[in-house]
Each structure stands twice: as C-alpha cells, then as structure tokens.
C-alpha cells in the first residue's frame, strides 16, 4: 500500500492543525495506521495508531488528550487531529501502515513527511 501524507504548515502555540494520510487501497480489518514524527537532531518517536476495524488505539503520553486519530472509511484516509500545539511538536511527520499491530513501530509501508512547525 502506498501512503501520502499531507497538511503540515507553519501554526502558533495553541493553535490546530490536520493532517491526512491518503492510502492507495483500502486497509484491512485489522490493518494498523499510525503516525509517527522526527523533530531536528532526535530520532523518530511514536506518535499514535489506530487498527482499521477500530479495535485498538493507542497514544503516546506526549499527545495524548490533545492529538487524536480518526479515518475516513470511504476516502480510506487517515487523519491525525492536533490541538493545543506546543513548540515541541516541531517535526516532521509520517504516516505509516502495518498488517500487524505488534509490528506497527517498524512498519513496513510508509508516507512521506509533512512538517509541522509551532511557533512561539
């Protein structure tokens, strides 16, 4: 499956922003999409994912309450929802999709980035 992300820009603290991901085809029940970022000079870290039938979501501590995952099940886009931004959500972002949900960290299909800038 091919991935494509797309929605960052420049926003202020507080602000909001939504990024999509357009996948190629349709994921399976219990295919994994998440989200993942690399701000300048760290790794990437994870972001949140959720599985397709929406069995499972997880968060990562960091965003958790402000970010939110949701899809679009006839568009077969992702969505990452970020309010409340902080400077430090400065970053690149991916999307990123897996058949198994264990596996989701090292995902085998990837998006390009899309960057995300918050300014104070």
């Known amino acids: 499956v091919q991935l494509q992300a797309s929605g960052g820009g420049l926003v202020q603290v507080g602000g909001s922003l939504r990024l999509s991901c357009a996948a190629s085809?349709?994921?399976?029940?219990?295919?994994?999409m998440g989200w993942f970022r690399q701000a300048p000079g760290k790794e990437r870290e994870f972001v949140a994912a959720f599985r397709w039938d929406g069995g499972i979501s997880y968060y990562a501590d960091s965003v958790k309450g402000r970010f939110t995952i949701s899809k679009d099940n006839a568009q077969t886009t992702v969505y990452l929802q970020m309010n409340s931004l902080r400077p430090e959500d400065t970053a690149v972002y991916y999307c990123?999709?897996?058949?198994?949900?264990?596996?989701?960290?090292?995902?085998?299909?990837w998006g390009q980035g899309t960057l995300v800038t918050v300014s104070s």
């Open positions: 085809r349709r994921p399976g029940g219990r295919f994994v």
């Open positions: 990123a999709a897996d058949p198994f949900w264990s596996h989701i960290m090292r995902a085998d299909y």
